[in-house]
């Protein structure tokens, strides 16, 4: 018996079942009219408000065309046992910003259906990943890791993201860094999107953080030497460093500014953000990006 398909015309001959439905970056207008139906048909639909967000509004404008939406957040995915129940017995919608299989979290959820016995469908829309590449003009080819930029935990500094911006930009690939949403960590409570100013705080923290281990650091292979020439590096021109902040993408709010990341600070635009770090650029890449430089 077919338990999950790969393409969301599935979702339409459930009787019931989970169908995960991404609806884009923000808005009605970037949803396909596939997902919008899907959503309609649907016995309910659970809007997953944690790994990324809508505009209040936005959301209010897609539940009156669909119907009623409940939002769920990170106990209620990690742990789905009453979603997968009640996809047992009713067409389950999760809407879910972006693509829905962008997120590990939400490739489990897929796995634990199927593990379930219940049928999942999934349909995909417009991912940040795939969008900010080319809307800021950068080769897609030489993208690196992608990593997030967290808040400080209780006083928790994680080094990893920088780490992985260094190894990236020494190598002479490009990262994404998307921002996080929730300074608690906890995936419980109401979301604050981190702000430029916010961002550029943390890769202070992060880089100060760095600079006093670097005498630690494991030294002597090939891997181990690459690593620790990339985070003195970094440390050492961080503040300077030019990067791309990209706002609110794929809304008629989008803004793309090409900046250092000491101006960050003074970037208070937009709702939700995140960053491009480049490496070396082309000819080609190098005028893109001065096109969104700031006067």
Known sequence: M???SPTGAWGFRMAAGLVLIGIGPGGIA???????????????RKYE???ALWDDYDLQVLESEIGSIERVMRPDIENPILILELAKKQKVALLIVGDPLQATTHVDLQLRALDAGVECSVIHGISITGLVTGAVGLSNY???????LTYPYKGWVATSPLE?????????LHTLALLDLD??????????????????DAIGLMAEKISKSLTEMERGSTLADLKYEACKDICESVTQMKVVLCSDMGTKEQ?????????LKHANTGRLHCLIFPAKLSETEDAALRRWGKE
Request: charged share 20%; glycine share 10%; proline share 5%.
């Open 49 to 51: 408000g944690y790994t």
């Open 164 to 172: 992985v911006i260094a190894i990236n930009k020494i190598q002479g």
């Open 183 to 200: 300074p608690t960590g906890e995936g419980v409570g109401k979301q604050v999107p981190m702000q430029p100013k916010d961002a550029r």
């Open 255 to 263: 803004c793309i500014t090409y900046l250092t990341v000491s101006d």
């Open 142 to 148: 030489k993208f690196g890791r992608q990593t997030t």
């Open 30 to 44: 970037g949803m396909t009219v596939e997902a919008i139906e899907a959503a309609k048909s649907a016995d309910c």
């Open 2 to 4: 077919l338990l999950a």
